[in-house]
């Protein structure tokens, strides 16, 4: 911590007394532990391994995005056509489920692989006809190589606004922009810059936004870069048949 006065940090004065007393103790030295960020930044580390290992052990897409709620900001990676099908058909659920306007930000090109995984949503034409789901193609955002975030992010606010019209929750965002990345449309730069103004605008607008980012398997440098701006990255996708 950059100041000296732990009282901003909002915990109970009690807390920070036991800390202070755990951090002088030869327990916390045996562990590494010098002063109350280790301590901090420790239990924070082992909070993600549980966390993974709590990912590691559903059985189903399904049990991951039932957890999702509006403010998360998310990564998932899949291997092939069946694997994205389920993610993008769980997420779509979840979206009607939580009162949401389900946003689809695609490539012109791949339109037809998200109507697949869509299908067997019920009334979906009526879903699409009362804008329910909404396409919104990534080709129509992109310029000169580079993403037109501001005019994306406008987007957003516009389709808010549609979905408190229609006395809905919010949005749930499925995002596509890693195949413009592949397509070298525009290059990996571009789409973590992307990455962290949509983190911001999830993290400013916690009760109206979910955002799920849909990539194939990642390099370990491009899964450090887009850490930074997501909640959770999960790793091996988990489909019906377990995880993979």
Avoid at 137 to 149: E, M, S
Avoid at 227 to 235: A, P
């Amino acid at each position: 911590m950059g100041r000296r006065d732990w009282g901003y940090v909002n915990l109970p004065k009690l807390l920070l007394k036991r800390m202070d007393k755990f951090v002088e103790s030869s327990q916390a030295r045996k562990i590494g532990v010098f002063n109350k960020s280790q301590l901090v930044r420790k239990l924070v580390d082992e909070f993600l391994v549980e966390q993974e290992k709590h990912y590691d052990n559903m059985e189903s897409i399904d049990e991951f995005i039932n957890e999702v709620e509006y403010g998360d900001h998310f990564l998932i990676t899949y291997d092939d056509e069946k694997q994205l099908e389920d993610v993008v058909y769980a997420y779509a659920k979840r979206g009607i489920v939580m009162s949401a306007i389900n946003v689809i930000v695609v490539m012109k090109k791949d339109e037809l692989r998200i109507l697949r995984a869509l299908k067997n949503i019920k009334n979906l034409d009526s879903l699409f006809n009362s804008e329910k789901i909404i396409l919104i193609y990534a080709d129509d955002t992109i310029q000169d190589g580079h993403i037109l975030i501001e005019s994306i992010l406008k987007k957003l606010d516009d389709l808010y606004e549609l979905a408190k019209r229609k006395s809905m929750k919010g949005l749930y965002i499925h995002g596509f922009y890693s195949q413009a990345m592949l397509d070298k449309r525009v290059s990996p730069d571009e789409v973590y810059r992307l990455e962290n103004k949509l983190h911001e605008h999830a993290r400013k607008n916690a009760f109206s936004i979910s955002i799920m980012c849909l990539y194939r398997s990642l390099s370990k440098s491009i899964e450090a870069k887009l850490g930074r701006d997501h909640h959770v990255i999960l790793k091996r996708v988990v489909t019906k048949t377990g995880i993979r």
